[in-house]
């Protein structure tokens, strides 16, 4: 592909909870698609996670970024096309953090909806949780990102780093890139296989058995959650009338297998339930299985981990640093 066509595409994911099959179709699957024709950067967000002190101990904190930077390896991120690196290892998020706080109204924090929803029921959250649209703002600024690829979720998050940005420029000068997000088409938002009303979450998966598929749960234990997937009183797939829970199985066969609509609704129209969660069931075996062996293989040797993220941050440092730089003369920090 032509040079002045590569895109830099950044991307993360926070190392809490349990990886699913949500964020592999809904994040790293496409990420894999973005190498080679683009500048891929992969961050694994552990200064996000000190948002809720208390979720995680210190220890546990530097295991679990270390688990998902060797998931992402097993998804197939390509440490020789991609820059993979843990967001606390280059300082400058931080402190372009602090800058964008400053120009960043109050108002725009409070109205997210993330932030609403895990503030509920708390008797207090920290500045931080309020704070944490701002540091992702902070991790896309920083490298002049184009693309910004991950699930539905995202997508308020990134409006307020495109806000943030434009802001900035108007104060400042001239600095800040607005990035794009990039939502996969199918599969953005998969939902709760034991409530397809709720969206399939990695924390909610880590407390409870059937919610979600993760990526690293035994064979055993997948075949259980997804034989008793919450479907409908009905008994085969009516495709006019289909419920969230079929919707949500069709989608996960559809993504898993990239199997075109049609011949989707096909093979499984009039079908019973039963045989459209076995072949979900197979489908994603069929993904897991090798990605899992990867997993084994990779994590037999943790000095490979560690050395893919500090060749990552070694080589994004200077990109972070520049554009540093730049922040502190337009606003007589420097
Ligand atoms: N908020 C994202 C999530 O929960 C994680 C994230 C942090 C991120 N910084 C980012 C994603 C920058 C993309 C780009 O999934």
């Known amino acids: 592909m032509n040079n002045s066509k590569r895109k830099r595409v950044f991307s993360g994911v926070q190392p809490t909870g349990k990886l699913t099959i949500g964020n592999y179709v809904g994040a790293l699957q496409q990420w894999v698609t973005h190498q080679g024709d683009n500048d891929t950067i992969f961050c694994v967000v552990d200064l996000h996670t000190l948002t809720f002190p208390e979720d995680m101990t210190p220890k546990v904190r530097f295991e679990k970024s270390r ?12 440490p020789k096309q ?13 402190e372009l953090t602090w800058v964008l706080n400053c120009v960043t109204p109050i108002g725009w924090l409070e109205r997210m909806t993330q932030y609403k929803v895990k503030a509920q029921g708390r ?21 002049e990102t184009d693309l910004v690829p ?21 104060l ?40 979600a598929v993760c ?19 009905g008994q085969e797939v009516r495709l006019e009338h289909a419920s969230p829970g079929v919707i949500n199985l069709l989608t996960i066969y559809e993504v898993l297998t990239k199997t075109p609509r049609p011949e989707i609704e096909a093979r499984f129209a009039g079908k019973g339930y039963g045989q459209l969660k ?55 920090l420097g």
């Open 67 to 78: 688990e998902v930077v060797a998931l992402y390896l097993a998804c197939g991120i390509d």
């Open 82 to 94: 991609s820059d993979i690196f843990v967001q606390s290892h280059v300082r400058e998020h931080t």
């Open 123 to 143: 008797e207090s959250v920290s500045t931080g949780l309020l704070d944490y649209p701002v540091l992702m703002a902070a991790d896309i600024l920083l490298y």
């Open 150 to 170: 991950v699930g539905d979720d995202q997508k308020q998050h990134l409006e307020v780093t495109s806000d943030i940005a434009q802001r900035f420029n108007h």
């Open 172 to 211: 400042f000068g001239n600095v800040f890139r607005i990035p794009q997000v990039v939502i996969p088409k199918t599969g953005a938002r998969l939902m709760g296989l034991d409530d397809p009303t709720a969206k399939m979450s990695k924390s909610t998966a880590e407390k409870k058995v059937g919610h």
């Open 215 to 233: 990526l690293l749960d035994p064979e055993n234990v997948i075949k259980k959650t997804v034989m008793s997937a919450v479907t409908d009183s």
């Open 278 to 332: 076995k072949d979900v069931f197979v489908a994603i075996m069929e993904t897991l299985r090798p990605l899992q062996e990867r997993y084994r293989q990779i994590t037999a040797d943790p000095a490979y981990v560690e050395q893919v993220i500090k060749d990552g941050a070694d080589r994004v440092r200077p990109i972070a640093e520049r554009m540093m730089r730049q922040v502190r003369e337009m606003t007589g």
